[in-house]
């Protein structure tokens, strides 16, 4: 007897993460399309400008780190 009741409470969790597992499913979908968009041509287009926002911002961190290296070498904060 208290083995069947361990075996019910472990078949309804199991079952609960089941459809928790099928819900976070569905609403990574719905996030992705709301990104990305439903279509193929769409998702090209926006991972496409996504990608390239990223290089470009990407590009201007480094020449910015570069800069500001080259600035701090060139200052002398102590004179003798």
Not at 50 to 59: A, D, E, H, I, Q
Not at 71 to 79: A, D, L, P, S, T
């Amino acid at each position: 007897m208290r083995n069947n009741k361990k075996t019910e409470k472990n078949d309804e969790i199991s079952a609960d993460f089941e459809s928790i597992k099928k819900q976070d499913i569905e609403n990574l979908q719905k996030t992705f399309e709301q990104i990305f968009g439903k279509t193929s041509e769409e998702i090209r287009e926006r991972s496409s400008k996504l990608k390239k926002k990223l290089y470009f911002v990407g590009t201007m961190l480094v020449f910015l780190a570069a800069i500001t290296y080259l600035f701090i070498q060139k200052i002398n904060f102590v004179q003798f």
